[in-house]
């Protein structure tokens, strides 16, 4: 098991001769658990992909690649390069599908998303991470924060993202800056609560949404989204953006979620992530 500490994150070091591996020992003799990290994965025919992307997951403590029957050999490089990675194969419903199969699958205490075309970059990690350690339950990019940026987006599809971006701060009172994106981490305790039901793209929405539906701290954060490095995406501006705003007026008038507790505290901080020293 890999332990990290993202820059700026406070957290102090280890003594390999007196800790097990993935804590520390504190002054007073009481061990502090350093929390784990999942990444999860959707594939289908990402394995030249994987070939950019998996060497670069070596700060996370699990991989689940959720593959949709590829024929490329995408499970196969995964595992070459990562042979404890979780792979779970099912037919190609749609990347909602895979994102609520893989989340249900990670056991890690934070669980963070990403695409298998290169497009968002690992280095990012950290960002996300800290936030999430500082008691934020649930942390989304953003291509529009400072910092942030897109190779990728058309400007058709960055002009529909703005307006369903400004049509979902509206509907829910959120400063958003960018709704349709899917790079995104939370606490493996929030994915009960976000009740997600998507099998498609709008998972993404859905997600957001049901964040403030379920009351979670909700962060942004920005990030730089590269062109895809191989193949074609699966994306279809007008077919998903059209699932988008379905979602999004009809969970509008859903009403809140219910808590799983009626009164519920607020979340406790995290240990920071730890440098191997």
Known sequence: MHSRRPAGVAGGSRDASSTAPGSRLEPAGRRIQWPTVTAVIPTLNEADNLR??????????????????????????????????????EPPIGKGAAMRTGMAAATCDLIIMLDADGSMDPAEFDSFLALLCRGYDFVKGTRYGCGGGSDDL????????????????????????????????????????????????????????????????????????????????????FRDGWRVLKTMIRLRFAGPLERPEPDRAPAEALPALSTVE
Request: neutral net charge; hydrophobic residues 40%; contains cysteine.
């Open 52 to 89: 950019w992307l998996m060497p670069r997951l070596t700060a996370v403590d699990e991989v689940v690649i959720v593959d949709g029957q590829s024929t490329d050999g995408t499970v196969e490089v995964a595992l070459a390069i990562r042979p404890d990675a979780k792979i779970i194969v």
């Open 154 to 237: 058309t400007g058709l599809r960055s002009l529909g993202n703005r307006m369903l971006t400004k049509l979902a701060n509206l509907l829910y009172g959120q400063h958003w800056s960018d709704l349709c994106y899917g790079y995104v981490a939370m606490r493996r305790d929030a994915v009960e609560r976000l009740c997600l039901r998507s099998t498609g793209f709008e998972i993404e929405t859905e997600m957001c949404v049901n964040a403030v539906r379920a009351g979670l701290r909700i962060a942004e954060v920005p990030s730089h989204e590269t062109e895809r490095r191989h193949g074609q995406s699966n994306l279809n501006t």
